[in-house]
């Protein structure tokens, strides 16, 4: 495998993480970004600047211009970014009217227009490289929305929305968008659960206000049961990244507790989505 740049976001904790040392282990040139390298995540920038083939860049991904400075320190440093994993992500559950707006737009400015600042700097390059790789992490709930993840699920909506529609419009520049999809992993965002603002108004749901609280339970006894690795995320990103251009597939799952529903999912909407760019004069996209 050719050793390609990567720019991964969220690399402090989780998927990221893991991505960040599997993509270095492999021989790529790996920039792993945060916030607050000098600050709460100073032993984490630490150790993942500690290692071969590993810088570690300060990014504050709600900043357009923190996002515009850290990808000019790539292309000047290195000329070139071959991938973009968008990583990073936000979580909160709860009863959907418990969220206030700024939690909707804490949210959103997270999972969505976070990636596509990111997406925004990247492209130019691409395209003048005829050449590139865009990964966006999002999840089942991308496909499916939950209740009581359903603030969570609009937002990663969005970001498939944007992936799919991209997928098509840049690849015959050369350019590849794919989704990474995962299921619950226990991991740091999955335990930290943030909860929505609004709680003023549990009251008025009575018992159906307990249920977010037994989903997640229900979710940790399945975790346990069937122990989900979250180095799975990683090996499939490093497997997009090795794999043809051109040949990858828009969509890949990684959810060993309900995975399987999501990929029923995905082949049922692909089949009728190729009909609909057909009806459109778009056939030729596919």
Same mark, same amino acid.
């Given at each position: 495998?050719?050793?390609?740049? @990567? %720019? ?14 599997? %993509?270095? !282990? !492999? ?20 150790? %993942? ?87 966006? @992490? ?15 699920? /609009?937002?990663?909506?969005? %970001? ?51 249920? #977010? ?35 990858? #597939? ?5 959810? #060993?507790?309900?995975? =399987? ?6 082949? /049922?909407?692909?089949? =009728? ?14």
């Amino acid at each position: 495998m050719s050793k390609k740049i @990567v %720019l991964i976001t969220g690399t402090n904790s989780g998927f990221g993480w893991l991505t960040a040392h599997s %993509l270095a !282990a !492999a021989g790529h040139q790996v920039y792993a970004s945060m916030r607050d390298t000098q600050g709460r995540n100073a032993d984490k920038a630490a150790a %993942l600047a500690a290692i071969a083939n590993v810088t570690v860049l300060d990014i504050t991904l709600t900043d357009d211009e923190s996002v515009r400075q850290a990808v000019e320190t790539v292309l000047t440093k290195e000329g070139t970014i071959d991938v973009l994993v968008n990583n990073a992500g936000y979580s909160m559950t709860g009863v959907a009217e418990s969220f206030t707006t700024a939690d909707v737009h804490t949210t959103f400015d997270i999972n969505v227009y976070a990636p596509w600042r990111m997406i925004k700097q990247v492209l130019p390059t691409m395209r003048k490289q005829a050449d590139g790789l865009i990964i966006n @992490v999002t999840s089942g709930f991308g496909r499916v929305s939950f209740p009581f993840a359903t603030i969570y699920a /609009a937002s990663k909506f969005a %970001l498939e929305g944007i992936s799919e529609g991209l997928h098509y419009e840049v690849k015959r520049l050369g350019i590849d968008v794919a989704i990474v999809e995962p299921g619950a992993f226990p991991t740091e965002m999955q335990q930290k659960n943030n909860p929505a603002s609004d709680q003023t108004v549990f009251e008025g749901y009575g018992a159906i206000a307990d249920i #977010p609280g037994k989903m997640i339970a229900a979710l940790g006894a399945e975790m346990q049961a069937k122990n989900p690795d979250p180095q799975d995320v990683a090996d499939t990103i490093l497997k997009l990244i090795a794999t043809p251009k051109g040949t990858r #597939p828009l969509r890949t799952v990684v959810d #060993p507790i309900t995975g =399987q529903y999501i990929d029923a999912a995905n082949e /049922a909407v692909a089949k =009728q989505f190729a009909a609909g760019l057909t009806v459109f004069g778009m056939g030729a996209l596919l």
